[in-house]
């Protein structure tokens, strides 16, 4: 069973350009949501596709189990999302031994942009970049779960 132990932030400048890769597109939805648990479609510039179940409550850690899918039955799949399909442009940004991944939101969350960064144990301590805004790990108004169903509850600061 994998294990996503990941912090989020919002950013605060656009410092993080200067390091990023080209970045991709990706469009999402989630076809069950839950308390506790969500199963998600994923297209990767639309060329190819992943299915995602995450399980738990922990703001930090979750079980995460994923799978490849066919890309016509992640479309398809797409068409039965629970709220909004979300739209975004991942970069994936290397700041002092850690990948952080940077998306800017597009549609209907358009001016978002959030940080991640995936760690390996719940005890490691990234780096923060200069650019890194407000930590925002647990507050769910800012998972993408909650952003699909609810939409953006507050301004980005």
């Not at 069950?32 to 299915?51: E, Y």
């Not at 995450?54 to 994923?66: F, P, T």
Request: glycine fraction near 8%.
């Amino acid at each position: 069973m994998a294990k996503e132990i990941e912090r989020k932030f919002l950013v605060a400048s656009d410092g993080w350009r200067e390091h990023a890769d080209k970045g991709i597109d990706l469009r999402q939805a989630y076809v069950v949501t839950m308390d506790d648990r969500s199963l998600r479609v994923r297209i990767h510039g639309n060329k190819w596709a992943r299915l995602t179940i995450k399980i738990g409550k922990s703001a930090l850690v979750r079980n995460e189990y994923e799978y490849d899918l066919p890309l016509d039955d992640a479309r398809e799949m797409l068409t039965q999302a629970i709220g909004i399909i979300i739209e975004k442009r991942r970069y994936r940004v290397p700041h002092k031994g850690f990948i952080w991944e940077v998306d800017v939101y597009e549609g209907a969350l358009k001016g978002l942009i959030v940080a991640e960064v995936e760690m390996k144990r719940e005890t490691d301590i990234p780096a923060l970049p200069s650019w890194i805004g407000r930590e925002v790990t647990g507050d769910r108004r800012y998972s993408n779960q909650a952003l699909a169903t609810e939409g953006l509850m507050e301004p980005q600061s």
